[in-house]
């Protein structure tokens, strides 16, 4: 997407920019710990304590944030053609189900590196074909891509739970969920990350489907930097009007990035499912579609910055639940108020100091312009 305001060195756009945003959050956040009478300091330590300080919890904070990059891939991608695809959430969910039914047909008798890329290939499709929808009104009938894809979560999310209810429930079963999948159908943790630094995840769900998430960041990076279609969206959304007199087709461009915002959503349903539930239940997703968005605008809409944004929302999540445990009185509610400041301040208000910076910048340079310089010899 283009820029409102002017360029910046690179090293204030994606880094200190995002600091400052966050800092702000955190800061605002710990006046909401002491309006309750706790100490934020006591708070943030128990925060990054329980988001770093031992293997278990490493394992929980990689794994949330192992959602949030596929999400956060998947916001920016859209952002980069100039959409705004807040139907992560739905197409993650439809995308359960190409995770899900190869998992049910082949775990008697396929082993999971089979199943595997045939669930990627699975919730890839299925998520790109969700997204195809609102992509096509967009295209062909001007729909409003935002509108479609937030009424898409809905209807999303009543078809899963009808699919659930209805058709892949056990008979028996009261519960509206999956039958556990075979060990064929889960994904091997992974303990030897951490392992030869002493660290043991316990019962932390961390597995492989982190590593695809890093395969799959610079895939993404490649594609919309080093390829004539990531040229092309990046053009779209920089300027239409250009794009069209440069003879790119906007309606063929609005849908190949939408569907492939949705294959990158869908593709986080391989995390808890394979990885961490074993079966497909209601609410898998848990919100890390919307996360996305944070994320995404947090990273600048950059594979490298996406990444460690998603580590600090997986710190926030893990982190959190630790204060919940250790300080009764900060209850979980006011976790989510502290995780939606970062959202607040990262997401819809990070333009907030941009302007201030800017024309501090813009002043720095002005005054290093007209320093004497110094006469050749």
């Known amino acids: 997407m283009s820029a409102p305001y002017a360029k910046l060195p690179a090293w204030v756009d994606y880094g200190l920019i995002p600091l400052i945003n966050l800092a702000v959050a955190f800061l605002v956040a710990g006046l909401v710990v002491l309006a309750v009478g706790q100490s934020p300091l006591r708070a943030a330590s128990l925060m990054v304590e ?140 992974m303990d030897w990350l951490l392992s030869p630094f002493g660290l043991d995840i316990g019962g932390a769900p961390f ?64 995390n808890p499912i394979m990885g961490d539930q074993h079966s497909m239940q209601l609410d898998f997703v848990g919100g890390a579609g919307f996360v996305g968005i944070a994320v995404a605008l947090m990273g600048r809409s950059h594979p490298a910055g996406i990444i460690p944004a998603a580590i600090l929302f997986g710190m926030l999540y893990q982190g959190g639940a630790e204060i919940s445990f250790e300080m009764p009185e900060i209850s979980r509610d006011m976790i989510t108020i502290i995780q939606g400041l970062v959202i607040l301040f990262a997401g819809a208000m990070e333009n907030m100091f941009r302007p201030a910076i800017t024309t501090f910048f813009a002043t720095l340079g002005a005054v290093r312009a007209d320093r004497p310089q110094p006469a050749a010899e």
């Open 207 to 270: 597995n492989l489907s982190f590593l695809l998430a890093l395969v799959v960041a610079f895939i993404v990076w490649v594609v919309i930097w080093r390829t004539k279609l990531g040229y092309e969206i990046r053009t779209m959304g920089h300027s239409p009007t250009a794009a069209v007199y440069a003879g790119i087709r906007e309606h063929r461009i609005i849908i190949i990035t939408m569907m492939m915002s949705g294959a990158l959503a869908g593709m986080m349903a391989l």
């Open 50 to 189: 329980g988001a770093f300080g031992y293997g278990e919890g490493i394992g929980f904070t990689l794994y949330y944030a192992t959602n949030f990059i596929f999400t956060g891939l998947a916001v920016a991608v859209a952002f980069h053609c100039g959409l705004f695809n807040i139907g992560g959430e739905g197409q993650a969910y439809v995308a359960g189900l190409g995770v899900v039914l190869p998992c049910l047909w082949l775990d008697q008798f396929a082993p999971w590196y089979v199943i595997f890329p045939i669930a990627i290939l699975g919730s890839a499709l299925a998520g790109g074909a969700w997204a195809l929808i609102p992509g096509w009104l967009q295209a062909k009938r001007g729909s409003h891509v935002v509108i479609t894809t937030i009424m898409f979560n809905f209807i999303a999310s009543s078809l899963m739970v009808y699919v659930l209810v209805d058709v892949l429930k056990p008979a028996g079963s009261m519960a509206p969920q999956t039958r556990k999948f075979a060990e064929n159908g889960q994904l091997p943790r």
